[in-house]
């Protein structure tokens, strides 16, 4: 069973009522190119005269270079150039996502002094790849270590500084609570993890002169990276140009310019000739910093027939000792039950580690496994069955920010997917269901991701023969926007799918905001939605006011469908033959979704290329996010304490979905990655010298297909006008979220064995 | 090591000739000197499965096997999979009929492996589509519209051939 040919039918998700092509399955736009191997990633662009370079990373956790002899390699044969901080050019500092920006005047991406290994030192560019690798090897550096402090584990990391931002409290915390019969405290952990996309970072730099600037990157944020490297290299923002047509995942990894993005345009506008650069495998471990490792305490006290009373939350992860990165611990804890009582608090430690980042479905992610856990045992210790447990604390408002929901259906998740698991036949006592060797457990959690706002803008182009164009500088790295912009624009103008290309990925293009946060498809729809409208508005203004117009004086107004224009009671013509007769080859109409004021051409550039885009917006009267339910049975080898995953029924509101198919898969792979991060995914350090010893895809084990059994992934959301104008919600990081603690429910049910820290592996059960 | 060697590769049915150092891998041969960037490169150690080609029939890791070793012997990639008239192979189709995919970077690895996984004989059973699919990683998580593709082109193949 899958969701699109569920039988339940649920408002437009999982619609086949749509009356026009948004909200239809549709096959994926791009996928023909990529089923054919046509699809050209930015690093497959042919360019000519290309040289190749390649990475040379710190050793050590902590110290700082002394000497690098560079004799060897520079004499090798084939090698332009070899990079370190004593003969690169000097950028401007620019701040990352974070708003952390290299001290100092000027910015190097090769580092002297050495805060992580793993770190950028040098580079080698090369005639040919296996040249650069090569002499990339002849590289002598000499190091004066110091002591690392490899992960917030080492007790040298201490308690770290207290993040005041995202510390929350209301109520009375400290109680007392008279009426709490109950009261439940553990502590939580998770790993290092690593965004692994199957594409490796990298780019191609190409300086078209010497203020010209064109970059090939995979990015997740088109805008943003070209402001990156602007102000890197002091040129105006039109100067650079990033393209990406296709990436090759992201999932947090890739939305901004890193140190080893600097390096290649470094090299290629000092060697003048183009540079690609890959990272190689291990070095992405390095490259780049996925989530940190957390830990968070949770106390939790109850009535005795299971009404919370209070939630205190202690959490901490680790950040890098030169920038700050907070994993929002809080985030789902805050406003996930109905919690009188409630503090929460951060701290963030810093360690010999590349600063993290965000990964799919950043602190929420981390934050259910935790809550989700307790609650379970909660509902163990009450002798609940953890779904009422969670229906008595079902909020009627967001008890943070005390405003209403735009929408909640999170207990129709419960009934829905509880059903089709079968839950009602659920043993509750541990142990107690078994098929030969293997014990079954069957474990619940529930999962939610917040819905994010910020403008876009879009170019509509309808063309002479009747088919149109779409044109952002938005991205899609198998989310979808290809497909569902297509789809927006043929529902405007009344057109099929077929005959709407859309073009993304090139800065040349219109504004667009980070495919991030699982906001891209909700804010682009809405600005393709609201431009195609003004096409079909000019389209119509054209036919009945243009003097050369055949409908001029035919009606007051004019239908757009089928590819022609005419009055309803017939009459209509093709619109290629409206825009001959007007002595046009074709209509251009751009709009973005900004609220309307006078803005300078840099203010509204830094609305899209940064995230001053979100704050520009008004504030929301409503609490809006997507909620989900996953249900999963677990099979336990009892002797070699082996975890499968049997079984998984989630169900989602997500809102509308603009193409129940696409958001379908984006289901399945969030719960797909959940079930790595619960069982497999670990980023294991060296406690010498913070090495990452499973810097590679065989010890930094994803899950693979033999992992992952049938998953049903069942819509039930409602179209939620009040989250966006379109009607969507979060969709593509909503699923992973609670995964791991439904598994770790499920591992508990199915041994009786409590594991409170992730990855669970046959060690940790036997 | 830098001496070049010249060598023919028989790619999709094409001979090639290219002039490479001998310690070029297959991948880096078709990537980077042959312009055929449908083959990916995830890893280059073996581990995720995106370079997969067939050499003479069987899949093979491209990023561990050297252009020299691929001499003499016929190479197709996903660029070759194609009919004569260029409609998609019948895996191909189920692909993206089935949405078996999502960036599409390990697809083309996945492709070439259900191709053999179907000719190997290990189609037989979605546990079985599985394991022999094992070795081509997805990071989007794909996985069950690919075990869906393979049993589609499969059940399609076993009909052709009855």
């Known amino acids: 069973m899958s969701l699109t040919d569920t039988p339940a039918k649920y408002g437009s998700a999982a619609d086949t009522e749509a009356t ?144 005041d931002a995202l510390a929350k409290e209301w109520g009375e915390p400290d109680g007392p609570h008279a009426e709490a019969g109950m009261r439940f405290a553990a502590t939580y952990e998770t790993p290092r993890e690593y965004n692994v996309p199957i594409e490796p970072h990298g780019l191609i730099a190409h300086w078209e002169a010497d203020d010209r600037l064109t970059i090939y990157e995979p990015t997740q944020w088109i805008d943003g990276t070209a402001r990156n490297y602007a102000g890197w290299f002091d040129l105006p923002f039109d100067n650079v140009r990033v393209l990406s047509p296709f990436i090759g995942g992201g999932f947090g990894s890739k939305a901004q310019g890193l140190p080893h993005s600097a390096a290649a345009a470094i090299a290629a506008k000092m060697l003048g000739r183009p540079v690609k650069l890959a990272a190689t495998r291990p070095q992405t471990f390095t490259a780049y910093g996925g989530r940190p490792a957390t830990r968070q305490t949770l106390t939790l006290s109850a009535t005795k027939d299971g009404r919370l009373v209070s939630l205190e939350h202690d959490a901490f992860s680790e950040t890098s000792v030169y920038g700050t990165f907070a994993e929002t611990l809080g985030v789902v804890t805050k406003m996930m039950y109905a919690v009188p009582n409630f503090r929460s608090r951060q701290r963030i430690v810093p360690v010999n580690t590349v600063l993290p980042g965000p990964f799919r479905a950043p602190g929420k992610n981390p934050s259910a496994f935790a809550l989700e856990c307790a609650m379970d045992e909660l509902a163990i210790e009450l002798g609940l069955d953890p779904v009422e447990l969670r229906r008595r604390n079902e909020p009627d408002h967001d008890f943070e920010t005390g405003k209403p929901w735009s929408s909640r259906r999170l207990l129709q998740c419960y009934d829905v997917a509880g059903e089709a698991f079968g839950w009602a036949k659920r043993n509750p006592a541990p142990r107690s269901m078994r098929e030969g060797r293997e014990l079954i457990g069957w474990g619940m959690a529930v999962g939610t991701h917040p819905v994010y706002a910020a403008p876009g803008e879009a170019t509509v182009r309808v063309l002479s023969d009747g088919s149109v164009e779409v044109l952002s500088s938005a991205i899609d790295m198998g989310t979808g926007t290809y497909t569902i912009l297509a789809q927006t624009a043929a529902e405007v103008l009344g057109v099929p799918v077929e005959k709407v290309s859309v073009k993304l990925g090139d800065s040349r293009l219109g504004r667009a905001p980070v495919a991030g946060g699982s906001q891209l498809a909700n804010l682009m729809t809405a600005a393709v939605h609201k431009t195609a409208q003004a096409a079909r508005d000019e389209l119509i203004t054209l036919g009945l006011t243009d003097p050369n117009s055949p409908l001029r004086g035919e009606a007051n107004t004019l239908l757009v469908e089928g590819g022609t224009i005419g009055a309803s009671r017939g009459g209509a013509i093709g619109i290629g033959e409206l825009l001959a007769a007007t002595g046009r080859d074709h209509l251009e109409v751009t709009r973005d979704t900004l609220p309307p004021a006078e803005r300078s051409a840099e203010e509204r550039q830094r609305m899209f290329s940064t995230l001053a885009g979100r704050g520009s917006l008004p504030e929301a009267t409503v609490s809006k996010h997507s909620f989900c339910a996953h249900f999963i049975e677990v099979r336990v080898d009892e002797d070699f304490g082996t975890v499968r995953v049997a079984r998984v029924v989630t169900a989602l509101d997500a809102g509308r979905l603009y193409n129940p198919k ?26 010498r010298n913070g090495r990452i010893l499973s810097s590679n895809l065989a010890d930094y084990r994803i899950a693979t297909n033999a992992d992952v059994p049938e998953i049903t992934a069942i819509s039930v959301g409602e179209p939620d006008y009040d989250a966006t104008p379109l009607g969507g919600k979060a969709v593509g990081e909503l699923a992973i979220v609670g995964v791991a603690p439904a598994i770790a429910n499920a591992v508990y049910h199915a041994t009786g064995k409590r594991i409170r820290r992730l990855p669970i592996t046959l060690e940790s059960l036997l | 090591m830098a001496s070049l060697r010249s060598m023919e590769l028989n790619i999709n049915g094409a001979l090639h000739a290219v002039t490479l150092e001998p310690r070029v891998t297959l991948l880096d041969a078709l990537r980077e000197h042959l312009g055929l960037t449908g083959t990916k490169k995830g890893c280059d150690q073996g581990q995720c499965g995106a370079c997969t080609v067939h050499v003479d029939g069987e899949r093979v890791l491209a990023c561990l096997t050297l252009a020299v070793q691929a001499e003499g012997k016929a190479v197709t990639t996903i660029e070759g999979l194609a009919g004569k008239d260029g409609a998609p192979h019948p895996v191909q189709q189920a692909f993206l009929e089935e949405d078996a995919f999502q960036c599409g970077y390990c697809t083309p690895g996945q492709i070439m492996s259900a191709v053999a996984c179907i000719e190997e004989g290990h189609a037989g059973s979605d546990d079985e589509i599985r394991e022999f699919m094992a070795g081509n990683l997805c990071r989007c998580g794909a996985y069950n519209g690919i075990v869906a593709a393979v049993k589609k082109a499969a059940q399609q193949s076993e009909e052709a051939r009855a």
């Open chain 1, 20 to 163: 026009g092509p948004l909200g239809r399955v549709a096959i994926r736009g791009d996928g023909g190119l990529k089923v054919r191997g046509g699809a050209t990633y930015a690093l497959e662009q042919s360019v000519e005269n290309l040289l190749h370079c390649v990475l040379v990373q710190a050793t050590i956790g902590a110290g700082r270079v002394v000497s690098i002899d560079k004799a060897a390699a520079e004499a090798a044969p084939g090698v332009r150039l070899v990079l370190d901080a004593e003969n690169s050019l000097a950028l401007k500092p620019m701040p990352d996502f974070f708003g952390n920006t290299p001290p100092g005047d000027t910015y190097v991406p090769f580092a002297r002094d050495i805060r992580f290994n793993g770190e950028l030192v040098a580079a080698v560019v090369a005639d040919t790849l296996e040249q650069a690798r090569a002499a990339a090897a002849l590289i002598e550096i000499s190091y004066e270590e110091a002591p690392a402090v490899p992960t917030f584990a080492d007790e040298r990391a201490g308690e770290g500084r207290a993040v």
């Open chain 1, 662 to 687: 696409l958001a379908e898969s984006q289901f399945k792979g969030g719960i797909v990655m959940g079930i790595g991060m619960a069982l497999l995914e670990e980023g294991v350090t060296d406690p």
